[in-house]
């Protein structure tokens, strides 16, 4: 089993910013891509940004310049740094973790609340 444990939510300002960590552990045999989702009552889990184990990165467009995400592949961490932020990212931010058997994992989730 893989757990990952995320961090770093909180309620900010519009124009702040957050940064989010994740902490995998387990039986991690081989991670593909790592990557954050997010999702608000009543609409789908959507993609934030992800990398791959050769560091390549995609971001939604709506966040593309504001949002940074990053991995430790040593410490088996992510992280997702967030910047210029606004009201409509307010959202429950899950991490998420695909290994080369193509089995997903979730995070619990954290949730960011940016005020206006």
């Known amino acids: 089993q893989v757990q990952l444990v995320e961090s770093g939510g909180g309620l900010v300002q519009a124009g702040g910013s957050l940064r989010l960590s994740c902490a995998a552990s387990g039986s991690i045999s081989s991670i593909n891509v790592m990557g954050w989702y997010r999702q608000t009552p009543g609409k789908q889990r959507e993609l934030v940004a992800q990398i791959t184990v050769g560091s390549t990165t995609n971001y939604a467009d709506s966040v593309k310049g504001r949002f940074t995400i990053s991995r430790d592949n040593a410490k088996n961490m992510l992280y997702l740094q967030m910047n210029s932020l606004k009201p409509e990212d307010t959202a429950v931010y899950y991490c998420?973790?695909?290994?080369?058997?193509?089995?997903?994992?979730w995070g619990q989730g954290t949730q960011v609340t940016v005020s206006s």
């Open positions: 998420h973790l695909l290994d080369f058997r193509n089995f997903n994992y």
